[in-house]
């Protein structure tokens, strides 16, 4: 047994792996129907299955027998080039390792606190419904019942000084559905009611079955604040119809501000707010008719769009979507996110001047299944650089 190029081959098996899922999550990025996603996902699953066993058989023993002291050069052509491209995943997969590990928090960040809240301990059960993968609640080491409350506060240059201490509630991917019981919702609701907020905003993938939409209401619904609750719609919202459920959130008393900006008024100063549902729904809002002093928040259901909303001169921007990849591995973070970024814009706080980025974890999705991944409910505190 030539135990180096054992070594290598299961270097190239991780390449290939890496290769597949990068493609994946692009994929998952576009405005595809979700028959045709399914397709693809089933050959990436067997693509991922079914290459180990292949290139150990056909490279490894047969061929040029490498897992016997074979040479590299016996390679046919079709292997040398698939596996050149196997060593570029690779190098790929080593780079995300390193980013995600190098990864700090932007100046922006002052300080975070987290509560920690177990929903299956305060209803004296797990809220486990009847959907389709009820199964996945099971799943060891879920953490889907467990969501933490977090308090970011952020320094912002260009927010008003009138406006220190504005407190933004960013709620994110509810995905509603009847896997995980309205309970569910309604405890998360409760506790999102204990603390104050100045601005309450939603940032998509409200629905995942139709038949949630009477939870609204008496869940998201309750949640209000002075200066008022908007919304966008995300991916799965269009893959369902999502004029529906803009309408039933809409008579909830939230305001959708999708594909448009809309101006708010607060101590002498104004608050451009923009809703982009692209690339599903809609048009990007347009920002040019701003002034420069006036501060820019753009609600961006993907956060595929960061790099235009800098170039619009956005000040933050505020996302969900990617679900912190829901299954974060150890040494190599998470795999899947649905961007095409890959998982760069997992979750967290991004910084780009003169742009801040705010991606939420969300509270749930159509797979409920989380492994260090807890979802979130999060308060921002804003404030402005001293000087």
């Known amino acids: 047994m030539n135990w180096w190029n054992l070594c290598l081959l299961s270097l190239l098996v991780a390449g290939h792996t890496q290769l ?16 045709f996603l399914q397709k693809v996902r089933h050959v990436h699953d067997l693509a991922i299955l079914a290459f180990p066993p292949v290139l150990f058989w056909y490279v490894g023993w047969r061929g040029p027998q490498l ?47 987290s509560e920690m809240i177990d929903i299956a301990q305060e209803l004296g ?7 389709p993968y009820r199964w996945m609640t099971g799943l060891p080491g879920n953490e889907q019942f467990t969501v933490e409350l977090n308090e ?28 995980l019981r309205r309970e569910f919702f309604d405890v998360v609701t409760e506790h999102a009611l204990t603390r104050t907020a100045d601005l ?42 999502s004029e529906d459920i803009r309408r039933t959130l809409s008579d909830a008393g939230w305001q959708s501000i999708g594909s448009r900006t809309f101006t708010i008024e607060f101590k002498g100063r104004r608050l451009i707010l923009g809703g982009d549902e692209t690339p599903w729904i809609g048009r990007t809002p347009d920002f040019s008719k701003s ?4 501060f820019k928040l753009l609600l961006s259901h993907t956060p595929d769009h960061f790099p235009r909303a800098r170039r619009a001169g956005v000040d933050l921007v505020l996302s969900g979507h990617n679900h912190g990849g829901q299954v974060v591995l150890p040494v190599l973070g998470p795999v899947y996110a649905p961007s095409r970024f890959g998982v760069r814009y997992a979750d967290g706080l991004f910084a780009a001047h ?24 999060t308060w921002l505190i804003l404030e402005r650089e001293p000087g």
Not at 125 to 131: D, R
Not at 354 to 373: A, D, E, I, K
């Open 20 to 35: 597949w899922v990068a493609f994946i999550n692009r994929l998952h990025a576009l405005p595809l129907p979700k028959p």
């Open 200 to 241: 309450v905003v939603f940032t998509g993938d409200l629905v995942d079955d139709l038949d949630c939409l009477d939870w609204l209401p008496d869940t998201i619904g309750r949640i209000d604040a002075r200066l008022g609750r908007y919304f966008i719609l995300g991916n799965h919202d269009w893959a369902l119809g």
């Open 125 to 131: 059960g797990a809220p486990i419904g009847e959907g």
């Open 67 to 113: 897992l016997s002291y074979g040479r590299w050069s016996d390679l046919s052509p079709t292997w040398a080039v698939w596996l050149a491209m196997c060593a570029l995943g690779f190098v790929g997969l080593v780079w995300s390792i390193v980013r995600y590990h190098t990864k700090s928090s932007p100046p922006a960040l002052v300080n975070t606190t």
């Open 354 to 377: 003169p742009t801040v980025m705010h991606v939420s974890r969300g509270l749930s999705g159509q797979h409920p299944y989380r492994w260090r991944c807890r979802p979130e409910v």
């Open 152 to 179: 970011k506060r952020l320094v912002l240059p260009h927010l008003p000084e009138e406006w220190s201490g504005l407190r933004i509630l960013q709620l994110s991917d509810w995905h509603l559905t009847p896997t």
């Open 291 to 294: 002034s420069p002093d006036e």
